[in-house]
């Protein structure tokens, strides 16, 4: 048997989740020629072709399906095995790290993020993926190592969850705005029309009921899939957005934001794991690590909000 590169085991569950050479070398941080590479050895260490092309992705062989069952639990065991027991060197951690998350909050908090694991532990890399369903079946399988989310059933029950900041939904304007100069009125959303967003669960829908319950009864313009995609039209529009304040921060750059002419309900970011990873020493310092960075970035800003205002300075 050919002595086995450890590393593969990562470019292993890489191609199997991803079914895809270029998109598994964008989660490792490595080329696609040599995630390529990588798979030509896992066949010959296997003796399996273990993804096959069926279009333009690849789908896992008989062996690969049942490897991609087994892969997370061989992988927490070898890191078990192999990674520090009481003690953690994080100058020498090499590891790379997957956080799920929906849009705006890499583009917030991701160079943050990436810049305080650089400092303490600069061989380590940090992976945000996106999240387009609410499942927590990539923390279970280990192909993502956090998760951000605001809680509700449909989270594994076992999953474990750590509160990061309280957010609230804000109007987005363009710069030139007609009605960036004054407080938004429930009327501008008749005038200049507003971007809805698409909800596959009716108690999402939580912004359009605090409208129809302010008796704002006017129909999306237009109907988007993601705030990243709202704030965009209401850039190079006169319509008006609707977004979470801090969690889009990073793609508010050309705007206006403003507040609602409505009373919407606050709702809480929280971050999430799985427990099989709660005892795993670099996943703890990871957890502290987004924790601290997150939660003081939201700090700072609130305070500098009430340096700000006037009005609440003054109370």
Partial sequence: ?????????????????????????RRLGITPSATSRALAR??????????????????????AAQIKQQLPRVMDEVGALLGPGSSLDLAALERVFAIRCREGFAETFGPLLIEAVAKEAPL??????????????????????????VLSDRIGPEVRGRRLFEDRYVAVLSSGHPA?????????????????????????????????????????????????AAIALARQSELIAMVPGIHTRGLQAGVTVSELPFEAPPFTISLLWHPRLEADLAHRWLRSVVVDTVTGWTRQRHLGEIQQSPEQSSR
């Avoid at 990562?10 to 998109?23: N, T």
């Avoid at 005038?191 to 809805?196: D, E, H, I, L, N």
Wanted: with cysteine.
């Fill in 1 to 25: 048997m050919q002595k086995l590169d450890l590393n593969l085991l990562h470019a292993l569950s890489a191609l199997l989740q991803e079914g895809s050479v270029v998109a598994a070398s």
């Fill in 124 to 149: 380590c890399r940090l992976t945000f993926l996106q999240k387009t369903d609410k499942s927590s079946s990539m923390l279970r399988d280990g192909s993502a190592d956090l998760e951000t989310a």
């Fill in 180 to 228: 960036a100069t004054q407080p938004l009125d429930a009327d501008a959303f008749g005038r200049f029309g507003y971007v809805g967003l698409y909800r596959e669960e009716m108690e999402e829908h939580f912004v359009e009921n605090a409208m129809l319950q302010a008796g704002i009864e006017q129909a999306p313009s237009a109907i988007v899939a993601n705030h990243a």
């Fill in 42 to 63: 896992l066949r010959d260490v296997t003796g399996d072709p273990l993804l096959v092309r069926a279009g333009r992705g690849l789908v896992p062989s008989p062996r």
